[in-house]
Structure formats: C-alpha cells, structure tokens
C-alpha cells in the first residue's frame, strides 16, 4: 500500500536513512525540511520532487527559492515556516529527524495536523515530553519512536500490559570510551570521540554516546514515550548493539528485539506499523555474533547517566535545562574550544545554578528556560 511520508530534518544522518527507506518502499514524499543546507535540500528536492520544502535559516530558504525557481515545489522559511508547511502537507506520516532543540516546534505541528508522528528528534520529549505526550493523547496521534532502543521497546511492549512491566532493560553501547575511568577521559581527543565502535551517526549524537548524555536523553524519552518512572529503567551496556532493548515481565520472562544496527528498520516499522513489511536491512545471522556481553554502566567516570535520572525527578524544566547546556557543551567541543571532560563540568554546572527551573512547567517557561541555559552554559566555557 502507498503512503505519502513529510520527512523534516532530510539533510541529516537519520533523515536521509529514512529517504533510502521511503524509496524502497515506492512512497511518495510531499515535503522536505533541513537547518540550512540550501544546496543539500535542493539536491533532494530534485530527486524526491516533494510539494514543498523549508529551511530554518531565512537567508538559506531565499537561496532555495531562487535555485528551485524552475520548479513549481514552494518553499518555506524559518521555524514557522516549517511548521506552516506540516500543517499544509496531506501527508499521513512525518518523520521527524531534526536535531537538537530545533525539532520541538516541528514535532508540535505534526501533532495539531493528526499525522502520525514517526519520532527521532529526542530533544522533543526531553525538552518537554509532558506537553508533547498530552498534546498527542489530545489529538489522537500515534506516536511511533524512531530511536533504536525505543523502537525495540515499543515492539517487545506488544507482549504484555503495562501493569505487567518490571522494568526496561535500555540497552548502550557504551560509545568509543567504555571501560576508561574519569582520569583517562581527561585526555581524549576529538577525533578518538567521533570514532563510534556500532552506529554510524551525525556528530552531536556522536558525541552524545560518547560522554553517555546520549542514554540520559533516551532515559527520559523513555519514560515519557511509555509511561513509567525513570527507577523502572535499567541501562545496560551491550558493546555489539545487536539486542536494542528489552523489558521484562513481572514473571521474570524478558522479550526484546534483536537485529543488526541499522537506523532504516526504525523508520521502516514507525511507518508501516502495525504492519511488518519486506526488510530493507539486512538479516542477522546470531552465528556469526556468536557471543552477547552485557555490563553495567559505570556511572562515576560518566556522570550523565545519573544527572538525567535526577533531571527527570527534578521535573519542571530540568531536563531542557541539562538538553541546552550539552547542546552548547558539544558545539563547543566540536570546534575545540572545550575538552571531553570540560563537557560535564558546564553541564554541571550550568544545571545545579539552574536548579529554581524546576519550577518552571509551560512552554513558555521552559523555552525561557533553556535560553538561560545556553547563555550561562556559553559564559561557563
Ligand atoms: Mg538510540
């Protein structure tokens, strides 16, 4: 059957895995939305030939309306423009794959136009995952996660109730720097950061993994995508990402979703669920893995971990307030300005001055929360 599928955040890693899927499933694209990469999104738009396309940045949306000038596709510009554009589209689905806070608003819109939301910008429901949750139980919106792990819990939560839950097994792969103590990260490089042993990934999230923020994120996602409080959560470190999660049953039995790590599987079940369709990954062969090592996560030399457990208690706008300051953390890493280990210090930092944000809980309040956040994280580096 086809589907007609909006996919924002094109130009992106998660984004463009999500078109290689959408084409080999023969469904139709109707429209396109990156950050600024005006010569990246035109490339797409005359591949995809999408109804329309936005960009974030308005100077880049000019120049995308000039270079696609011999087309009919419209073009759209700057955060609202990308939300106009999702109210506009009659798509069923839209794949949301824009990073960082930037996908907030976007994931809104595709909620208030009854798409189903197949859902990969976790900063969404980091950001403010109690809004978003009871925006979409308003309007009736599906939401499906793109994120491995969640996918995996989403489909092994087929199994049982949600009274019969003991807990959730999120699995990690521990990034490039697994088994390395606090001292030893102190003197990583850049380059030794952006080395990811499993998933090939843009470099925010990259990074992400690597000081373990990544699973604080997708902790929280976790808790607001299926109801449960953060104590229900258990990470676990799995270095072959081959089991992308689990949960476990209060009988003790654990269903989890095995395969090999391939981000278009994710996007492949969020849009043909509750259908499974023919693969577009590979197939695993467990032979050959031969062997699945499980360990606890070391939570003293990445403190991250721990930090959005309390985040998530905390409530309120704690945790925009930890999603602002890594993201201003990791720019800043990204072009040298701060070292790995400088990256927990200003979030920290920046979240214990914050602490008072706890009490903030309206979107308004949380987006004011998380302009402080960058300002005082960029003043700390
Ligand atoms: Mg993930």
Redesign the pocket.
Known sequence: MSKTVSILGATGSVGRQALDVVSRRGYRVDLLTAGSDARALENLAREYKPKAVALAEEKAARDLALSLGDTDIKVFSGEEGICEAVALSESEVAVNAILGKAGLMPTLAVIDSGKRLALSNKESLVIAGDIVMSRAREKGVEIIPV???HSAIFQSLKSGRHSEIKRIILTASGGPFFGKSRSELSRVTLADTLNHPTWKMGKKITVDSATLM?KGF?LIEACHLFSLPEVKITVSVHRESILHSAVEYIDNAIIGEFSVPDMRMCVQYALDYPNRTEAVAEPLDLTRIGSLTFFEPDCEAFPFLPLARRAIREGGAMPAVMNAADEVAVAAFLTSRLDFTGIYRVVEETFEKLLDRRNSSSLEDIIDADREARLLCESLI
């Open positions: 994120d491995s792990e990544n997708e």
